[in-house]
């Protein structure tokens, strides 16, 4: 059973920093995208950045871009989102995903129907 777990969310004031961290466990095979969402109340879950496998591929919305770095490491099954300058907009819900089959991040990486495995999320309130 594959199991993805989110950490290292919390409350911070407007200009701070974050680091998220996600472990899936549970999963065989290789080559999958994962990838970070996040879901403001009342609100369609949006995507924030991706990374192929091997981490040579990155994607980021236009709105983190400069401001979140996302990484991963393979011998620990998990993955980062580094969260600097952090603003209110980015007050959410972040949740990590990861693909249920290896495959090209030009198929598809931007849609949550993209995306098999799901965390429950983690938490981010940015305080002005």
């Known amino acids: 059973q594959v199991r993805v777990v989110e950490s290292g969310g919390g409350s911070v004031q407007a200009g701070g920093s974050l680091r998220l961290s996600c472990v899936v466990s549970g999963r065989t095979g290789i080559g999958y995208t994962m990838a970070w969402f996040l879901q403001a109340p009342g609100k369609e879950r949006e995507f924030v950045a991706a990374?192929?496998?091997?981490?040579?591929?990155?994607s980021y919305a236009d709105s983190v871009k400069g401001r979140f770095t996302i990484s991963k490491d393979n011998t620990k099954n998990t993955m980062y989102l580094q969260m600097n300058s952090l603003r209110s907009e980015d007050t959410a819900v972040y949740h990590c995903?990861?693909?249920?089959?290896?495959?090209?991040?030009?198929?598809?990486?931007?849609?949550?129907?993209?995306?098999?495995?799901w965390g429950q999320g983690t938490q981010v309130t940015v305080t002005s």
């Open positions: 990374t192929s496998w091997s981490g040579s591929t990155k």
């Open positions: 995903a990861a693909q249920g089959s290896a495959q090209n991040m030009a198929v598809g990486h931007l849609n949550p129907l993209d995306y098999a495995y």
